[in-house]
């Protein structure tokens, strides 16, 4: 899915070059459930970007299920944005004015999908994720835990093979995170691959790899044993 052989960032503050991520090898299978941990400053949510397609490395090799991405220009790593990879964010990024099911049909307009299968497919993504009683419900009108439950169903929309999750539980509760994990959980058992930037690290221990990022160098990588079966969603 993820192969990174040398990756470099390098930022220009002024005139001097600050060096981020300073030769990141990297590979992560098709169907992982994969934590990355490190401290403030350690290149963690720099390479998440990278392999968002949101950032460019400055030199190295990245290719994503099976594409060389180094050489693409602008517009095609925007279609594979849209149409490959998912992404949660910490910050729920909800249109305020837009119910759960038009906050989750928007993704589906920039990819060009039609009015009545955006419509599905968003009601199709609120009822994986528990929310099939709340399709017209403003974010106002949600609690935490099930705002970010509308932006997992906005990540799946256009039905990615990958899913990025930047501290997708900091602005939640313990028991709201609980929630959150076991449907990402879920979600990895029916086959999509998932990347998780975390500080936490039971977060990090219920993946089934932990990468450690200190100084823009991978410092150790941990394998878990087998993610156990989540518990069901519950709907209210």
């Known amino acids: 899915m993820i192969f990174m052989e040398a990756i470099t960032k390098q930022y220009l503050l002024g005139e001097v070059r600050v060096p981020v991520l300073k030769g990141i090898n990297l590979c992560i299978k098709e169907g992982e459930y994969v934590a990355i941990m490190g401290a403030s400053g350690s290149g963690k949510s720099t390479l998440m970007n990278i392999i968002g397609c949101l950032d460019r490395p400055t030199t190295g090799q990245y290719a994503l299920e099976g594409r060389n991405l180094m050489n693409l220009d602008n517009d095609e790593l925007a279609y594979i944005r849209n149409y490959r990879i998912g992404f949660i964010f910490q910050q729920f990024n909800l249109l305020p004015r837009s119910t759960a099911l038009e906050n989750v049909m928007l993704p589906m307009i920039y990819s060009h999908v039609p009015k009545l299968k955006r419509r599905q497919r968003a009601i199709d993504a609120l009822t994986q994720v528990g929310l099939a009683n709340y399709l017209n419900n403003r974010p106002s009108q949600l609690s935490g835990g099930q705002q970010q439950r509308v932006a997992v169903a906005r990540a799946l929309a256009n039905r990615p093979a990958l899913v990025l999750?930047?501290?997708?539980?900091?602005?939640?509760?313990?028991?709201?995170?609980?929630?959150?994990?076991?449907?990402?959980?879920?979600?990895?058992?029916?086959?999509?691959?998932?990347?998780?930037?975390?500080?936490?690290?039971?977060?990090?221990?219920?993946?089934?790899?932990?990468?450690?990022?200190?100084?823009?160098?991978?410092?150790?990588?941990?394998?878990?044993?087998?993610?156990?079966?989540?518990k069901p969603i519950v709907t209210n």
């Not at 999750?165 to 313990?174: K, N, Q, V, Y």
């Not at 932990?210 to 991978?218: E, F, N």
């Open 165 to 230: 999750a930047d501290e997708p539980t900091g602005a939640l509760d313990s028991e709201t995170s609980q929630e959150l994990m076991n449907l990402l959980t879920q979600l990895n058992q029916q086959g999509i691959t998932i990347v998780i930037v975390t500080h936490d690290l039971d977060i990090a221990n219920q993946t089934q790899r932990i990468i450690r990022l200190q100084d823009g160098l991978i410092i150790s990588e941990t394998v878990l044993e087998k993610v156990s079966q989540s």
